[in-house]
T-cell receptor, first 115, second 112 residues
Framework: GAGVSQSPSNKVTEKGKDVELRCDPI?????LYWYRQSLGQGLEFLIY????????KSGLPSDRFSAERTGGSVSTLTIQRTQQEDSAVYLC?????????????FGPGTRLTVL | DAKTTQPPSMDCAEGRAANLPCNHS???????VYWYRQIHSQGPQYIIH???NNETNEMASLIITEDRKSSTLILPHATLRDTAVYYC?????????????FGKGTRLHILP
């Protein structure tokens, strides 16, 4: 079946430009996560959506980062005024509603390069 | 912060059992132990999870100590394709607000 998909797979942008990264979770999954992984590092939690609840934004590194999830499905992570330190792989994951299972299914990621 | 402690790296000979340890001394009664792995340039992949009993599936076995303060992931016959970073995570399945936090994991090298 269809897994988590992310687009674009690669994004190269210039410093100061805005970027939007898209995540399509598995159909029926109510929880959606965004992570960031810099080269050679572990995963860094960014934001978590669960159903209609207010998102947990505690991992967002600055106010240049924002995310939304429309209709409880597709999510967009936006980075404004990108900086070189934003270069990383951005991973999205989805899972069934907590209480059923917390197994997260990850997408292939978007590799962001800020020049 | 991650609630688990893992060695940064390990080596294992191909065909041997790979035993990856994880300490989670502050684990709560309602928290499960999850293992994921991340092969180079791919997203993390779920392996196995357990609460207090040992678990086995087609990928691996999970051994949890009786006091639940540590666990071991066992890959019974490691192959070169098992070279990856392995993450041990604790999470409360029943807690809607408990997000999974990944630490730095263990980089496992399978040696030919």
């Amino acid at each position: 079946g269809a897994g988590v998909s992310q687009s674009p797979s690669n994004k190269v942008t210039e410093k100061g430009k805005d970027v939007e990264l898209r995540c399509d979770p598995i159909s029926g999954h109510t929880a959606l996560y965004w992570y960031r992984q810099s080269l050679g590092q572990g995963l860094e939690f960014l934001i978590y959506f669960q159903g209609n609840s207010a998102p947990d934004k505690s991992g967002l590194p600055s106010d240049r980062f924002s995310a939304e999830r429309t209709g409880g499905s597709v999510s967009t992570l936006t980075i404004q005024r990108t900086q070189q330190e934003d270069s990383a792989v951005y991973l999205c994951a989805s899972s069934l509603e907590p209480g059923q299972t917390d197994t997260q299914y990850f997408g292939p990621g978007t590799r962001l390069t800020v020049l | 912060d991650a609630k688990t402690t893992q060695p940064p790296s390990m080596d294992c000979a191909e065909g041997r059992a790979a035993n990856l340890p994880c300490n989670h001394s502050t684990i709560s009664g309602n928290e499960y132990v999850y293992w994921y792995r991340q092969i180079h340039s791919q997203g993390p992949q779920y392996i196995i999870h357990g609460l207090k009993n040992n678990e086995t599936n087609e990928m691996a076995s999970l051994i949890i100590t009786e006091d639940r303060k540590s666990s071991t992931l066992i890959l019974p016959h490691a192959t070169l394709r098992d070279t990856a970073v392995y993450y041990c995570i604790v999470s409360a399945r029943m807690n809607r607000d408990d997000k999974i936090i990944f630490g730095k994991g263990t980089r496992l090298h399978i040696l030919p």
